[in-house]
Nanobody, 124 residues
Framework: QVQLVESGGGLVQAGGSLRLSCAASGRTFSGRAMGWFRQAPGKEREFVATINWIGINAQYGDSVKGRFTISRDNAKNTVLLQMNSLKPEDTAVYYC?????????????????WGQGTQVTVSS
């Protein structure tokens, strides 16, 4: 099992940037794909980004393509989500997740470890 702790959320104005960090503990981190999801009030959890186990393949949700970048540092057991050009509709709780396997996943069902989430609020 992998334990995940997100940080870096906060309040930012539209057009600004934030960088979310996910710290993982557990020996299997480097062998697992990782992802970010988000959930806004009253909405379903939404796929944001995923990266495979060695960090050379990333996929993004349509709403964040070209603005968000996912990366990972296996030596530091960390996954980052750089968010640029933020919009009010990006406001949500952002969750870090670890997949069951090595390859990128876009469905929440493909992830079996989840963090507690970090709030991102974008003001207009």
């Amino acid at each position: 099992q992998v334990q995940l702790v997100e940080s870096g959320g906060g309040l930012v104005q539209a057009g600004g940037s934030l960088r979310l960090s996910c710290a993982a503990s557990g020996r299997t981190f480097s062998g697992r794909a990782m992802g970010w999801f988000r959930q806004a009030p009253g909405k379903e959890r939404e796929f944001v980004a995923t990266i495979n186990w060695i960090g050379i393949n990333a996929q993004y949700g349509d709403s964040v393509k070209g603005r968000f970048t996912i990366s990972r540092d296996n030596a530091k057991n960390t996954v980052l989500l750089q968010m640029n050009s933020l919009k009010p509709e990006d406001t949500a709780v952002y969750y870090c997740a670890a997949a069951a396997g090595r390859y990128s996943e876009v469905q929440a069902s493909g992830f079996n470890s989840w963090g507690q989430g970090t709030q991102v609020t974008v003001s207009s």
